[in-house]
């Protein structure tokens, strides 16, 4: 410890000079100091921008070091490792990638608003004559592919997938990536010579890549390996192309490489059977859309050689001196190709870090300029560099207001930064604005800079969360992608995105979509492919036929990043050290304050070298009107400095003026150059005069910078990329994307559901035998079919007395045929549980009851209020008794008329007065009195007092395809509970009654007869004949197959 004596050893000799002293120093205090240098490091020298220029000081190193070393605008590019070592030498003594990786964003066009650096590069691409190998058995050039893109055919390859094995994959926008690139020639021992680029990397046979300039004589390369089958069986003919799979040495028909093809990211193709057909056998045709699926016949045996004469190796590589333009193709997910050359190369993909920038080259862009121009006259400070050997600006003039235009994103230590960009003609109106109207408010600020304008486009919605992140410098903006639904000519739906949200890759973003395709999370997408072409995105997601665009949609926009929330957090440093939340307004203010002292600067400089002229031409003057004698004394020194001397002696001027004088030339003696440097010296003097004007005013000041702003509109300004919706994202349901239409919805006796359109059943004669309206198993049959809109809330009823809620359109609409799907799959059913009864909740209208009929005659009335909150589990709708079940339900004012039809032939009609209102776990009580086995198949309401013939009629259907109609009014009123009258002769012709409707005499609906098989007729209701209460009646329907009989009725 310090201040303590050491005891030491007699005889040790003397003790060690000592060099320093040990000063004790708490743990906790040396960590606070050390966290918070460390942290003010981070925020004032690395994370946050300036709010005068936007930069932080790595951006704004590589553009000064960038404008000193004149890569201006109209330059010539140069190599992006110039800059970067120039940068790291003189200023920011950091690691290279952080530096290009600055320089990097800064030339992307989707990363700023207002790109700050011109970028261009070797990224890796093949001259136009190199072909690349097709599944379709052609070797095509990059032209004739971009021809052939450009035209809309779709071309595959073969890739290497991620498991290592060949695979079969979609080339996507072919394209010209660079002109007049750098090139290399590639020889390998097949002969074939690839020119590309000299950082294109080509796939080594482990998998890895390797640039093309640094491969190596006697490298192996990935190969392609084929060959043709030599015998024949039932699935490989001979002359069949084989693959050969690298990885496990086996040869593969390439058309079972073809018919595992994934499409675009995953979503996979539907196969109709187990076996591989190929259908052009002759042409060795291996592409996808060759390939057909048939039933299993057998196995294939493949009795094939190999016969691999050629090794893949590189033979050499040479730098050429010809350069030409390269061109290049994108691979999804795997992102690697074949060429006909035979081995595999890497692809350009979206997502792909720069290129090595040894390769890439820059310069500044025009706008840049704007930021760094009139730094050479004292404008800004200047500080020394690291090592003190050069000198840095602090910050630059920036006449651009680049915080705003280009925005920022940085994280420092316990503090952010997230400034969207925006559009710099707003901006510039919004500063002149602020110039004209100090007082101006937030709100008013707002009707000039309309919010942010991001380089990707997009939409923005809610302009009342703008303002907030204006005026509070917080808040967040949802942002979604640009969509638009289109059908094409088959009446197919198609979802383009055409732009997508700030800060999302597109590659992520497909490969997402699909991944919810896959786990299902996401239905009715067919197929996703990307057709972007440079600087255009096209996004197209094709839908399944049945599915709602809208639906779909909205669904993408709420699982993928189709839909994304940008945060404001506009902190910036002011003064260029107090880090600070800022408004729109004091972000404007604080940018005119630093124009003002730049301006202020500028002019100070600007008058101090226009009275420096002045005053040397004042000189000229004096020596000009004095000619001779200015000889004369020169004449008359023995030297220079003695002439000087002189000439300041006798013509009283200044030390300037007379070197002046002694270093003009004799030319400047002739009669014009009198009257230019007369004309200058005024010209001088008038913008002495205007410079000291425009310091000593702060509204002349303000109107040069006005005329700045102004000029840099015209200059740079340009149209809002970015739409902005003023209302806010309704947050939809289902009914507002899925469009509200009639639909029929069919349920089996087995518990199967499925709705159709209805005019998917076209209108037939009577007695005509219709067209399969199902597909069901032979122990199934169809048992309810009724008509609604998909908008609509539906009622379940089950035989066991509970009642379920569902929307028509959670029913899947599916084809004619199709069997449909499980009820179970919606609604919560108990075993041996299945819907008998089914009611559109919207039907129900004024009414005020529900009224409940059994197969055994019961009846209950309860109000409709107590179904309104049904749980997912279902309630109880009625309490039944043992072999009882609930048949029909209907909704009644409590004032009308009920009719029960047994299957027997008998009907009752009563007033539903006569049975009061029960609760909702009631029983009910009896309806009709039942004989032997007979039991309820028809239940109608009418309303009461209809005793006029020919306005209501009774409609029966029996089991046998025989029906009729018979007029109300031969049905008396009776008492609840009696046996009630005969409303049909029930023979063996005939068949037991199946299914009794209420109709009006003239109802112009359609019959809608559904037999056991599925069998499907629809007929006009006109066309069944009115006949007496105990006829038999006429045929409806003929059926198809023996045996089969009617099994539910329905009118549409």
Same mark, same amino acid.
């Given at each position: 410890?310090?201040?303590?004596?050491?005891?030491?050893?007699?005889?040790?000799?003397?003790?060690?000079?000592?060099?320093?002293?040990?000063?004790?120093?708490?743990?906790?205090?040396? !960590?606070?100091?050390?966290?918070?240098?460390?942290?003010?490091?981070?925020?004032?020298g690395r994370a946050l921008p300036d709010i005068r220029d936007g930069l932080k000081p790595v951006h704004r190193r590589i553009l000064y070091s960038m404008w000193q070393t004149g890569l201006r605008a109209g330059a010539k590019f140069k190599k992006c490792a110039t800059v970067v070592g120039d940068v790291l030498g003189k200023y920011h003594p950091h690691g290279d990638s952080a530096v290009y990786d600055s320089l990097v964003r800064m030339a992307q066009d989707f990363s700023l608003r207002y790109p700050l650096v011109k970028g261009q590069g070797n990224f890796g691409c093949f001259t136009k004559d190199v072909k690349v190998r097709l599944t379709d058995g052609r070797d095509v050039d990059f032209g004739t592919l971009i021809e052939e893109d450009r035209a809309g055919k779709t071309n595959e390859t073969y890739t290497v997938n991620t498991h290592g094995c060949i695979a079969v994959a979609q080339i996507r926008n072919p394209r010209l990536t660079r002109k007049d690139a750098e090139l290399v020639e590639v020889v390998l021992?097949?002969?074939?010579?690839?020119?590309?680029?000299?950082?294109?990397?080509?796939?080594?046979?482990?998998?890895?890549?390797?640039?093309?300039?640094?491969?190596?004589?006697?490298?192996?390369?990935?190969?392609?390996?084929?060959?043709?089958?030599?015998?024949?069986?039932?699935?490989?003919?001979?002359?069949?192309? %084989?693959? %050969?799979? #690298?990885?496990?040495?086996?040869?593969?028909?390439?058309?079972?490489? =073809?018919?595992?093809?994934?499409?675009?990211h995953g979503v996979s193709r539907t196969s109709a059977g187990r076996v591989r057909h190929q259908k052009d056998v002759q042409t060795f045709n291996t592409d996808p859309d060759n390939i057909q699926r048939v039933a299993r016949g057998g196995h294939w045996q493949m009795h094939a050689q190999q016969e691999l004469n050629r090794n893949h190796k590189v033979v050499s590589v040479a730098r050429l001196s010809e350069r030409e333009d390269v061109y290049d193709l994108t691979i999804d997910g795997t992102h690697n190709f074949c060429l006909a050359a035979g081995v595999f190369v890497h692809n350009s993909i979206d997502g792909d870090s720069a290129a090595a920038y040894r390769y890439t080259e820059a310069k500044l862009e025009q706008v840049a300029e704007e930021l760094l121009s009139d730094i050479e006259k004292e404008t800004v400070d200047f500080s020394a560099n690291f090592d003190g050997t050069h000198k840095e600006p602090n910050v630059l003039p920036a006449k651009l207001p680049n915080l705003l235009v280009n925005g920022t994103v940085g994280i420092a230590v316990g503090m952010a930064s997230n400034i969207p960009p925006h559009n710099l003609s707003e901006v510039c109106d919004g500063i002149l604005a602020l110039i004209e109207h100090r007082d101006i408010s937030a709100d008013d600020l707002a009707e000039h800079i309309k919010g942010p304008d991001f380089p990707t486009g997009g939409i923005i919605y809610n302009v009342r969360d703008i303002k907030q992140a204006f005026s509070t410098g917080k808040g967040g903006v949802v942002v979604r992608a640009k969509t638009d639904i289109v059908e094409n000519k088959k009446g197919d739906f198609h979802i383009i995105v055409s732009e997508i949200p700030y800060q999302v890759n597109k590659a992520n973003l497909l490969m997402k979509i699909a991944q919810l395709v896959r786990d299902k999370k996401v239905e009715g997408i067919k197929d996703l492919r990307d057709e972007s072409a440079k600087g255009d995105i096209r996004i197209v997601i094709e839908l399944k036929k049945d599915a709602y665009p809208k639906k779909v949609l909205n669904r993408l926009y709420q699982t993928t990043q189709l839909q994304e929330t940008f945060h404001y957090n506009m902190l910036a440093l002011v003064d260029g050290i107090q880090p600070k939340i800022l408004t729109l307004k004091m972000i404007l203010e604080e940018f005119l304050k630093h124009r003002r002292e730049v301006v202020r600067r500028r002019t100070e400089f600007d008058l101090a070298r226009a009275r420096e002229r002045a005053h040397i031409l004042e000189g000229l003057k004096i020596a000009i009107l004095k000619i001779d004698q200015v000889i004369d004394t020169i004449k008359k020194s023995k030297d220079k400095d003695e002439a000087r001397v002189n000439l300041i002696k006798k013509f009283k001027l200044s030390e300037i003026q007379s070197v002046a004088i002694l270093e003009m030339r004799l030319q400047q003696l002739a009669n014009l150059e009198r009257l230019k440097v007369e004309q200058e010296h005024k010209e001088k003097m008038e913008l002495i005069k205007e410079l000291e004007s425009i310091l000593a005013s702060e509204k002349k000041m303000l109107g040069v910078i006005a005329k700045e702003v102004r000029d840099l509109k015209d200059k740079h300004g340009d149209e809002r990329r970015t739409q902005?919706?003023?209302?806010?994202?309704?947050?939809?349901?289902?009914?507002?994307?899925?469009?509200?239409?009639?639909?029929?919805?069919?349920?089996?006796?087995?518990?199967?559901?499925?709705?159709?359109?209805?005019?998917?059943?076209?209108?037939?004669?009577?007695?005509?035998?219709?067209? =399969?309206? %199902?597909?069901?198993?032979?122990?199934? =049959?169809?048992?309810?079919?009724?008509?609604?809109?998909?908008?609509k809330e539906l009622l379940f009823f089950t035989n066991r007395g509970r009642v379920f809620r569902l929307k028509a359109y959670d029913v899947p609409e599916a084809s004619r045929v199709a069997?449909?799907? =499980?009820?179970?799959?919606?609604?919560?059913?108990?075993?041996?549980?299945?819907?008998?009864?089914?009611?559109?909740?919207?039907?129900?209208?004024?009414?005020?009851?529900? %009224?409940?009929?059994? #197969?055994?005659?019961?009846?209950?009335?309860?109000?409709?209020?107590?179904?309104?909150?049904?749980?997912?589990?279902?309630?109880?709708?009625?309490?039944?008794?043992?072999?009882? #079940?609930?048949?029909?339900?209907?909704?009644?004012?409590?004032?009308?008329?009920?009719?029960?039809?047994?299957?027997?032939?008998?009907?009752?009609?009563?007033?539903?007065?006569?049975?009061?209102?029960?609760?909702?776990?009631?029983?009910?009580?009896?309806?009709?009195?039942?004989?032997?086995?007979?039991?309820?198949?028809? !239940?109608?309401?009418?309303?009461?007092?209809?005793?006029?013939?020919?306005?209501?009629?009774?409609?029966?259907?029996?089991?046998?395809?025989?029906?009729?109609?018979?007029?109300?009014t031969e049905y008396k009123v009776q008492g609840r509970g009696g046996s009630g009258i005969k409303t049909a002769n029930i023979t063996k012709k005939t068949g037991a009654i199946v299914s009794a409707h209420v109709v009006e005499a003239k109802d112009p609906r359609d019959l809608f007869v559904v037999s056991s098989a599925g069998q499907v007729v629809r007929s006009p209701l006109s066309s069944v004949p009115s006949l007496g209460r105990a006829t038999q009646g006429v045929r409806v329907m003929r059926f198809k197959k023996e045996n089969d009989t009617v099994a539910s009725v329905t009118l549409i």
């Amino acid at each position: 410890m310090a201040g303590k004596k050491e005891k030491r050893d007699e005889g040790a000799g003397p003790a060690p000079e000592t060099t320093g002293h040990v000063i004790e120093q708490s743990l906790v205090e040396e !960590m606070q100091t050390a966290y918070l240098d460390y942290a003010m490091s981070v925020i004032v020298g690395r994370a946050l921008p300036d709010i005068r220029d936007g930069l932080k000081p790595v951006h704004r190193r590589i553009l000064y070091s960038m404008w000193q070393t004149g890569l201006r605008a109209g330059a010539k590019f140069k190599k992006c490792a110039t800059v970067v070592g120039d940068v790291l030498g003189k200023y920011h003594p950091h690691g290279d990638s952080a530096v290009y990786d600055s320089l990097v964003r800064m030339a992307q066009d989707f990363s700023l608003r207002y790109p700050l650096v011109k970028g261009q590069g070797n990224f890796g691409c093949f001259t136009k004559d190199v072909k690349v190998r097709l599944t379709d058995g052609r070797d095509v050039d990059f032209g004739t592919l971009i021809e052939e893109d450009r035209a809309g055919k779709t071309n595959e390859t073969y890739t290497v997938n991620t498991h290592g094995c060949i695979a079969v994959a979609q080339i996507r926008n072919p394209r010209l990536t660079r002109k007049d690139a750098e090139l290399v020639e590639v020889v390998l021992d097949n002969g074939e010579r690839l020119r590309c680029t000299p950082d294109h990397r080509f796939m080594l046979r482990d998998g890895s890549y390797l640039e093309a300039e640094h491969l190596a004589s006697g490298q192996s390369l990935m190969p392609l390996y084929t060959t043709f089958s030599e015998k024949t069986d039932r699935l490989n003919p001979e002359g069949c192309l %084989l693959v %050969l799979e #690298n990885k496990t040495g086996e040869w593969v028909p390439a058309d079972q490489l =073809a018919d595992t093809f994934p499409l675009a990211h995953g979503v996979s193709r539907t196969s109709a059977g187990r076996v591989r057909h190929q259908k052009d056998v002759q042409t060795f045709n291996t592409d996808p859309d060759n390939i057909q699926r048939v039933a299993r016949g057998g196995h294939w045996q493949m009795h094939a050689q190999q016969e691999l004469n050629r090794n893949h190796k590189v033979v050499s590589v040479a730098r050429l001196s010809e350069r030409e333009d390269v061109y290049d193709l994108t691979i999804d997910g795997t992102h690697n190709f074949c060429l006909a050359a035979g081995v595999f190369v890497h692809n350009s993909i979206d997502g792909d870090s720069a290129a090595a920038y040894r390769y890439t080259e820059a310069k500044l862009e025009q706008v840049a300029e704007e930021l760094l121009s009139d730094i050479e006259k004292e404008t800004v400070d200047f500080s020394a560099n690291f090592d003190g050997t050069h000198k840095e600006p602090n910050v630059l003039p920036a006449k651009l207001p680049n915080l705003l235009v280009n925005g920022t994103v940085g994280i420092a230590v316990g503090m952010a930064s997230n400034i969207p960009p925006h559009n710099l003609s707003e901006v510039c109106d919004g500063i002149l604005a602020l110039i004209e109207h100090r007082d101006i408010s937030a709100d008013d600020l707002a009707e000039h800079i309309k919010g942010p304008d991001f380089p990707t486009g997009g939409i923005i919605y809610n302009v009342r969360d703008i303002k907030q992140a204006f005026s509070t410098g917080k808040g967040g903006v949802v942002v979604r992608a640009k969509t638009d639904i289109v059908e094409n000519k088959k009446g197919d739906f198609h979802i383009i995105v055409s732009e997508i949200p700030y800060q999302v890759n597109k590659a992520n973003l497909l490969m997402k979509i699909a991944q919810l395709v896959r786990d299902k999370k996401v239905e009715g997408i067919k197929d996703l492919r990307d057709e972007s072409a440079k600087g255009d995105i096209r996004i197209v997601i094709e839908l399944k036929k049945d599915a709602y665009p809208k639906k779909v949609l909205n669904r993408l926009y709420q699982t993928t990043q189709l839909q994304e929330t940008f945060h404001y957090n506009m902190l910036a440093l002011v003064d260029g050290i107090q880090p600070k939340i800022l408004t729109l307004k004091m972000i404007l203010e604080e940018f005119l304050k630093h124009r003002r002292e730049v301006v202020r600067r500028r002019t100070e400089f600007d008058l101090a070298r226009a009275r420096e002229r002045a005053h040397i031409l004042e000189g000229l003057k004096i020596a000009i009107l004095k000619i001779d004698q200015v000889i004369d004394t020169i004449k008359k020194s023995k030297d220079k400095d003695e002439a000087r001397v002189n000439l300041i002696k006798k013509f009283k001027l200044s030390e300037i003026q007379s070197v002046a004088i002694l270093e003009m030339r004799l030319q400047q003696l002739a009669n014009l150059e009198r009257l230019k440097v007369e004309q200058e010296h005024k010209e001088k003097m008038e913008l002495i005069k205007e410079l000291e004007s425009i310091l000593a005013s702060e509204k002349k000041m303000l109107g040069v910078i006005a005329k700045e702003v102004r000029d840099l509109k015209d200059k740079h300004g340009d149209e809002r990329r970015t739409q902005i919706i003023k209302t806010g994202i309704k947050e939809f349901s289902i009914e507002d994307v899925v469009p509200d239409t009639a639909t029929v919805v069919m349920i089996t006796r087995a518990g199967y559901i499925k709705r159709v359109p209805p005019d998917m059943f076209k209108t037939q004669k009577r007695g005509g035998k219709g067209v =399969a309206g %199902l597909t069901t198993k032979e122990e199934d =049959a169809v048992e309810q079919v009724f008509s609604t809109t998909t908008h609509k809330e539906l009622l379940f009823f089950t035989n066991r007395g509970r009642v379920f809620r569902l929307k028509a359109y959670d029913v899947p609409e599916a084809s004619r045929v199709a069997k449909g799907q =499980a009820l179970v799959n919606f609604l919560q059913l108990a075993p041996g549980e299945g819907v008998t009864a089914t009611y559109s909740v919207d039907d129900i209208g004024s009414a005020k009851y529900l %009224l409940m009929v059994t #197969n055994k005659g019961t009846v209950k009335k309860t109000e409709i209020a107590e179904f309104d909150n049904i749980r997912r589990s279902g309630l109880i709708a009625i309490k039944l008794k043992e072999g009882d #079940n609930l048949e029909w339900v209907r909704p009644t004012t409590g004032t009308n008329e009920v009719i029960l039809i047994t299957s027997q032939g008998q009907a009752i009609r009563f007033s539903e007065k006569g049975a009061r209102a029960m609760g909702r776990v009631a029983s009910g009580v009896r309806g009709i009195r039942l004989k032997g086995q007979d039991q309820v198949v028809g !239940m109608g309401v009418v309303a009461a007092g209809t005793k006029k013939a020919g306005l209501v009629e009774l409609l029966v259907l029996m089991s046998h395809g025989y029906g009729k109609r018979t007029d109300f009014t031969e049905y008396k009123v009776q008492g609840r509970g009696g046996s009630g009258i005969k409303t049909a002769n029930i023979t063996k012709k005939t068949g037991a009654i199946v299914s009794a409707h209420v109709v009006e005499a003239k109802d112009p609906r359609d019959l809608f007869v559904v037999s056991s098989a599925g069998q499907v007729v629809r007929s006009p209701l006109s066309s069944v004949p009115s006949l007496g209460r105990a006829t038999q009646g006429v045929r409806v329907m003929r059926f198809k197959k023996e045996n089969d009989t009617v099994a539910s009725v329905t009118l549409i």
